[in-house]
């Protein structure tokens, strides 16, 4: 029996895409914040509890939700990302036939502007997003099949990185951090080196680089947020 937590900033886009993928589990909590309007249409649509938190640590937003669940095995997601066919399976099987608890992981599959990224920084890395309940100190394993990052168009997308960028900046200006010059120049320019060279967005061609530039100007977006809000400006 499967719990999932999916964690959701406003995610209204992608959220209803990733509930439909759930229908093979027992029990959804979302967590995180969702506009009323949103939420009262979801509502008619899936069986869900919905817990209201703003902070920005998916890790705490996880861990608060992980004691709201009362089956075994806990599936963990971002609104944006779904579980296919393939995977669903691999789950299912897991939690029938698995006796020893483990932790799993699985990388995923995102088709960016028509094309499928091979690279670009954490897509090739493997994310954990299957535990037991009770994980602590235990061994973790390889998923073979991937879960889908979802990319719906391409302004949707832009609307995820300018809302990231709002939360970040304000757990920035919560810390009381000042932006200087060096945070609007250098590190979206550090952060587009980084993306395009040691993360290897430059090998998935046009859209790779395209991906490398909206993170880097989602470091611009995110000091100039942090500067608007020191002045009580939008």
Excluded at 82 to 111: C, G, M, R, W, Y
Aim: hydrophobic share 40%; with cysteine; aromatic share 14%.
């Amino acid at each position: 029996m499967i719990s999932a937590v999916v964690i959701s900033f406003d995610d209204n886009a992608y959220l209803e895409a990733c509930l439909k993928h759930l229908s093979f589990v027992n029990q959804i909590i979302v967590i995180g914040t969702l506009e009323s309007e949103v939420k009262v249409k979801l509502k008619k649509e899936f069986d869900f509890d919905f817990i209201e938190n703003k902070k920005d640590y998916i890790s705490i937003l996880f861990e608060i939700a992980k004691q709201h669940c009362i089956y075994d095995w806990i599936l963990g997601l971002k609104a944006n990302m779904i579980v296919p066919t393939d995977l669903k399976n691999e789950i299912q099987s897991i939690v029938e036939t698995q006796k020893t608890p483990k932790i799993f992981k699985a990388k995923t599959h995102f088709d960016f502007m028509g094309k499928s990224m091979r690279f670009s920084g954490f897509r090739t890395k493997w994310k954990p997003i299957l535990w037991p309940k009770k994980s602590k100190n235990i061994s973790t394993s390889q998923l073979n099949s991937k879960f889908t990052t979802l990319y719906l168009d391409f302004d949707s997308f832009s609307q995820q990185t300018t809302q990231i960028a709002k939360r970040k900046a304000f757990s920035l200006y919560s810390k009381k951090v000042k932006p200087n010059m060096i945070d609007f120049i250098w590190k979206p320019f550090w952060t587009l080196k980084k993306e395009c060279v040691f993360n290897l967005c430059i090998l998935d061609g046009k859209q790779g680089f395209i991906l490398a530039y909206l993170r880097a100007f989602m470091q611009l977006k995110t000091y100039l947020f942090l500067w608007l809000n020191y002045r009580n400006l939008e």
